[in-house]
């Protein structure tokens, strides 16, 4: 893929950016060189510590394609854990910090991947919550789209023994936030009806997963395509509503009647925020997880007096700092789900660790479904 494809039109377009901030991409897809570099052999050498180089995606400068490094690894400090990742979620806040955009800014050079699936290779001193050989998920600061990553203890969950390492990948940011928006956000009850939007996307089948397989609630789930709906309604959404082709809040009302849905989950913004807003029953509560239309609307306050509706954030990843036990819970939570069989992560794409910028494309021009991920193995 040239680079004028990796940063194209659409993904200009997208991001809001200045073609002129890249000359040297320009350079490159006047010479047509490829978006993804040549790959680094997959062999790891020794180095005199006793460890060996692993492969890792770089972002070295802002806005610009990663590249495939070999990096010596660092010792484990005495409660920190090094793991051998097999799979790495790709999430849009990985293309954000990328961007320099998101609001955790590392310093470049760094790795991008905020979730992982692996094995533990070795533990620190003080480490008493894993052990070499234990199959873990992990959500790191950014550091996950590498063959080794080191991350506290306190940041890895075990997988229990019937759960695979591709599926338990997808648990962290996807269902860790579905879980959050539903149970200790929204407080979702059984019977109760949850519209959900981008319902095709990571976060949207989690939230019609644990809506409709764990809360017993009933899904209409909202997307921008007739494809998206029918994988939403295959994956367990009752109903579903194509935005793209008229007002969302006039759709829902056919559905429900005037009396409204009971609980929305946007990861959208914009008008599409304000159209689910206005479809909200008496009591109602909406959690915003995102603005994936790139718009941030403004809450029409009087809307909230009236039908005496409760409108709330979902941060899910400061949840890790600020109320801990929360957060882990929310993980702990999908990890039982997911061992009862009670829910069913679904694997949008998977991409090799040297395609992580067509991995990053196909997330930018929105051709994804489900959870992408990244294959370490």
Not at 12 to 36: H, I, M, V, Y
Request: net charge positive; proline share 6%; with cysteine.
């Amino acid at each position: 893929m040239a680079a004028a494809a990796f940063w194209g039109r659409g993904f200009l377009r997208f991001c809001r950016w200045d073609p002129r901030l890249f000359p040297e991409l320009q350079k490159a897809a006047a010479r047509g060189t490829p978006s993804n570099p040549t790959p680094v052999p997959r062999c790891r050498r020794a180095w005199p510590g006793g460890g060996r180089h692993y492969r890792a995606a770089r972002c070295a400068e802002l806005k610009q394609p990663l590249a495939i490094e070999e990096v010596a690894p660092r010792p484990v400090g005495p409660h920190e854990v090094r793991v051998d990742v097999h799979f790495c979620g790709v999430n849009f806040a990985d293309i954000l910090v990328c961007r320099g955009q998101y609001q955790e800014r590392p310093h470049l050079p760094f790795t991008p991947g905020m979730e992982f699936s692996g094995t533990v290779l070795e533990t620190g001193t003080d480490v008493s919550t894993v052990k070499e050989g234990d199959r873990v998920i992990g959500v790191s600061g950014f550091n996950g789209m590498a063959e080794e990553c080191i991350t506290d203890q306190k940041a890895l969950w075990q997988i229990p023994e019937r759960v695979p390492l591709r599926e338990a990948a997808i648990l962290p940011v996807s269902y860790g936030t579905a879980i959050m928006a539903l149970e200790h956000r929204a407080r979702t009850q059984p019977g109760e009806t949850v519209l959900v939007t981008a319902a095709a996307g990571a976060t949207g089948l989690a939230v019609i997963d644990v809506a409709t397989n764990v809360l017993q609630a009933k899904v209409i789930a909202a997307a921008g395509s007739d494809e998206k709906c029918q994988l939403a309604m295959q994956r367990g959404a009752q109903s579903s509503v194509n935005y793209s082709q008229g007002s969302l809040k006039e759709a829902v009302r056919k559905l429900v009647g005037s009396g409204g849905v009971n609980v929305v989950i946007d990861t959208v913004g914009g008008d599409i925020f304000l159209d689910a807003l206005r479809s909200l029953a008496w009591e109602g509560r909406i959690v915003v997880v995102g603005f994936a239309g790139g718009t941030i609307a403004s809450v029409p306050a009087n809307l909230l007096l009236l039908k005496n509706i409760s409108a709330m954030g979902v941060y899910w990843g400061r949840y890790q700092d600020r109320n801990f036990p929360v957060f882990s819970r929310s993980l702990s939570s999908a990890l039982q789900y997911c061992q009862e069989g009670r829910i069913q992560p679904y694997v949008g794409a998977v991409f090799k660790l040297e395609e992580v910028n067509d991995a990053f494309l196909h997330v930018i021009q929105r051709k994804s479904t489900g959870k992408v991920l990244l294959s370490l193995k």
